[in-house]
C-alpha cells in the first residue's frame, strides 16, 4: 500500500496486535513523515530495533538500564531511510541489550511469534522479525551479532539479510560487540529486502569501519536465474540439525537443482568451533561496551537493574579480561576466529554461495525453561558467518508441523547479490 494510508493502516494493526508485544515504543509523527515522504522508500512503514537510535524516540535496547533514553540523533541507517521517504513507525522488542537467541530476556516481557503461535519467535531481534510476520509494517531493520536477524527470520518465516561487515553503517547502533555487529533489513519479500539494503548501504566517512564500496542497486539486479550457480552444502551441517530441519533444507537444495543450479559437497571441519568463538569474543567486547553504562550519563547502572543473562556476560566478560595478561582465553578466541574465517573462506573459493539450515532446532515453546548452554547451541550454525565477517541471508524453506524453517545462504564478502538472487529464486514457488 505504502503512502500515509499504508502508514495509517500499519498503525492501527499495530494498536490491534498489542498482544504480539512486537513494539516497545511508536513514532507519535508517523502519519505527518508520511506526508511528506519522498523518493525510493515513499511512504513505507519502517521498525527499527530498540538499539538503534532513531532522533526522538526511545533506544531502550530493552532494558531497564536505559528505559527512559530518548536518542538525541538518527542512526546513520535510520538518516538515509529517512532520506529516502521511509517512515519509522516505531520501536521493536528485543532481547535486552541484544543478548540472546529468542526474544525472552527482554525486560519488557517477550514478543509472540505470529508464524507459530505459543513459541519463540527467535531473537535477538524478536519484535522487528514478529512486526514483520504479522504485517504490522512493512520491513524492518535488525541487527546481527551472531545471528539476531537469520535466527528470527528463520523462526518467523521471513526474509532476513546480514550484511558483510562493515557495508552497513553502525554509527547509532547500540554495541553488543563492536567486530561481530551489523545492521541489515528483514522484510515479507526478497525485492523489499534488497531496496532496503541498498538504501542503508554505503561509506559513511564518519566511520573507520564501513568499506569503501558503493553498493550496486541489488534491488533492480535481482535475478531468478541461477543456472550454473555452485551451491555448496556441508554435511557437517547434519551432525548438530535435528533432522526433521535438514529434510526440508534438502527439499530446498533439490528445487535449486532443478531450477538449474549444481548442488556441491564442501566441508566444514571447524563449524562446531565457532561457538565458544563467538562467546568469548562477544563476552569481552560487551563487558567493554557496557561501561560507559554506570549511572552516569545515560540511564541507571547495568549491573543494578539488568537481567541474569547480562549480568552472566559481564561478570564473564570482566573475569576473562583481567585474566588477559595471560592471553588464555581471548587471544585464543582470536585464533580460532581466522581459522574460522579461512574455513568459510577456502569453503567459498569453489563455490557461489554455501547453503544449509540456519537454525539446528525447532523454537521452544514461550516460557519453557532452557539453560544457557542450550540456548547458546541455536547459534550454532549463524555465529561462524560474523567471525568471518560475510554476508548471509535466509528465506522460508518449508516447515516442520506448522513451524516456519529457514534455509541461510552464506556468500563471499560482498557477495550480496548472488545471496539475495538465490532466495529470490526461491521465492516464486517455481519448480
Ligand atoms: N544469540 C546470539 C547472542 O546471544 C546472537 C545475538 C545477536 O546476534 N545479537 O549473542
Same mark, same amino acid.
Given at each position: ?222 535475478? $531468478?536465474?541461477?543456472?550454473?550457480? $555452485? ?65 552516569? $550519563? ?134
Amino acid at each position: 500500500m505504502g503512502g500515509v494510508e499504508g502508514v495509517a493502516s500499519y498503525l492501527e494493526s499495530i494498536e490491534e496486535g498489542k498482544e504480539v508485544n512486537a513494539f516497545l515504543d511508536l513514532n507519535p509523527r508517523a502519519l505527518e513523515e508520511a506526508r511528506l515522504a519522498e523518493g525510493k522508500l515513499a511512504g513505507l512503514a519502517i521498525a527499527v530495533k530498540s538499539n538503534i537510535s532513531v532522533k526522538g524516540l526511545r533506544a531502550a535496547c530493552a532494558s531497564f538500564t536505559l528505559e527512559n533514553y530518548v536518542a538525541g540523533y538518527d542512526a546513520t541507517v535510520v538518516e538515509r531511510i529517512r532520506k529516502e521517504g521511509g517512515v519509522v513507525v516505531g520501536m521493536t522488542n528485543m532481547d535486552e541489550f541484544a543478548c540472546g537467541s529468542s526474544g525472552e530476556t527482554s525486560a519488557f516481557g517477550p514478543t509472540q511469534n505470529p508464524a507459530a503461535p505459543g513459541r519463540i519467535p527467535g531473537g535477538s531481534s524478536s519484535g522487528s522479525a514478529a512486526a514483520v510476520a504479522a504485517s504490522l509494517c512493512d520491513a524492518a531493520l535488525g541487527s546481527d551479532t551472531g545471528g539476531s536477524i537469520r535466527n528470527p527470520a528463520s523462526h518467523c518465516g521471513i526474509v532476513g539479510i546480514k550484511p558483510t561487515y562493515g557495508l552497513v553503517p553502525r554509527y547509532g547502533l547500540i554495541d553488543l560487540a563492536m567486530s561481530l555487529d551489523q545492521i541489515g533489513p528483514m522484510a515479507r519479500d526478497v525485492h523489499t529486502a534488497a531496496l532496503l539494503l541498498e538504501v542503508i548501504a554505503g561509506p559513511n566517512p564518519k566511520e573507520c569501519t564501513t568499506l569503501k564500496v558503493e553498493p550496486p542497486e541489488y534491488s533492480r539486479l535481482l535475478s $531468478r536465474k541461477i543456472d550454473g550457480c $555452485r551451491i555448496g552444502y556441508a554435511r557437517e551441517f547434519e551432525e548438530f540439525t535435528d533432522p526433521r530441519i535438514t529434510s526440508v533444507i534438502k527439499k530446498s537444495l533439490d528445487r535449486l537443482e532443478r531450477m538449474g543450479a549444481e548442488v556441491v559437497p564442501v566441508t566444514l571441519p571447524n563449524l562446531g568451533k565457532g561457538l565458544s568463538t563467538y562467546y568469548l569474543t562477544v563476552f569481552v567486547e560487551f563487558f567493554s561496551a557496557t561501561r560507559k553504562f554506570d549511572g552516569r $550519563r545515560y540511564g541507571r547502572k547495568i549491573e543494578e537493574v539488568c537481567g541474569r543473562e547480562v549480568l552472566r556476560r559481564i561478570l564473564l566478560g570482566r573475569y576473562i579480561s583481567q585474566k588477559e595478561y595471560s592471553g588464555k582465553y581471548y587471544k585464543k578466541a582470536l585464533q580460532f576466529r581466522s581459522l574460522i574465517k579461512r574455513e568459510l573462506l577456502g569453503a567459498l573459493e569453489g563455490v557461489d554461495v554455501i547453503a544449509g539450515p540456519t537454525v539446528p532446532k525447532l523454537p521452544h515453546r514461550l516460557g519453557e525453561s532452557m539453560d544457557p548452554m542450550a540456548m547458546y547451541g541455536y547459534d550454532v550454525l549463524t555465529v561462524p558467518t560474523n567471525l568471518a565477517g560475510i554476508p548471509a541471508g535466509v528465506i522460508k524453506a518449508g516447515e516442520v508441523d506448522g513451524i516456519p524453517v529457514g534455509l541461510q545462504v552464506q556468500g563471499e564478502p560482498l557477495g550480496e547479490q548472488k545471496i539475495l538472487n538465490v532466495l529470490y529464486a526461491l521465492e516464486d514457488g517455481g519448480c
